[in-house]
């Protein structure tokens, strides 16, 4: 096959029994990349096939290799863990999900990394595994499915070919008994690139057999803090102390720090608005006074006071703190 754009005719591969490589040593492809191309024919005597009988489309080529894990903070699954198809297997719990994307290329890497997800039974009807988890087809395809049923998330970059993606704990799939699955988008100089677990060698394949699959199926235990203060000896080398607590109720709260007499020498918060149910690390302690000048060794006292907006009180304790340096 020859490519007759290319002065003197470039060398493009041998035809095989319906199949043909295009590229070489000399000739490769640059991944991420969209190309158009025409299929023709010329007998020996320079009569060519007519245009509208060439056959034409458009590929764009894929990264060498893509691949994906899952994290809910406490359970893990690397890509090996995705060769099972059954969502079932990979359960997390209601909580965000961390989708870490890693992709491996020939030194060109994408301008933007996405997460695009749906629920795993937007997938053809039936039962695991006919016709619901990797039915070949356009019913089957995330993308062709109405917009309101799939959603994208932007991945950061966290190092040279790693990126990371957060479906929020707030997201309606992220509900305990609700299957998962996403792919990958790549975007380069505008083109974008789909991926799913299995390589689709040559570089250029579907996004639909075999997209990485996992179940929400673990729920999350939330135990409320005890009221205290974490690094309550500070040192040089850890020089600052957090009020650490639990608001049951939407609460308005007050922190003091008080020398051994009694005097109030620093507030850290004045009746800052904190949100019910939730356990919070508050503004830490330096060790300065209101001042700004460092207090010198010795016991302190920091008191959290935590009231409703109707006045009620829902904390208020005094714990100690040592000054060691």
Known sequence: ILDRTVAGYGYLGTLGTGSCTVGGSSNQLEILTAYDYQ???????????AVANRIQGSVTTTAFQVTASVSDGISSYGNDNFENRDPSVRQVRDTGIKITVRITTAGTLPDKVSIVFAGNDSDLP???????????????????LPAADRWSVSCIKVTANTYEGIISSKHPLVKYGTNVRFIVATEK?????????????????????????????????????????????????????????????????????YDIKGRVIATLSDRVYRPGGQNIKDLGWCGYNKDNRRVGPGLYYIEIKAITVGNKTVIDKIMKVVVAH
């Open 126 to 144: 039936g039962a695991w595994p006919a016709g619901q988890y990797g039915v070949t087809g356009t019913a089957d395809d995330m993308l062709a």
């Open 39 to 49: 299929v023709s024919a010329v007998d020996v005597w320079g009569n060519e096939v």
């Open 189 to 257: 100089s505008g083109v974008v690139t789909y991926t799913d677990h299995t390589p689709d060698a040559p570089g250029l394949g579907d996004w639909w057999t075999d997209e990485w699959r996992f179940r929400v199926q673990k729920k999350t235990i939330f135990i409320p803090w005890p009221t205290r203060v974490l690094n309550n000896v500070m040192t040089a080398e850890l020089p600052c102390c957090f009020p650490a607590y639990f608001v049951p109720v939407d609460s308005l709260v007050t922190i003091k720090v």
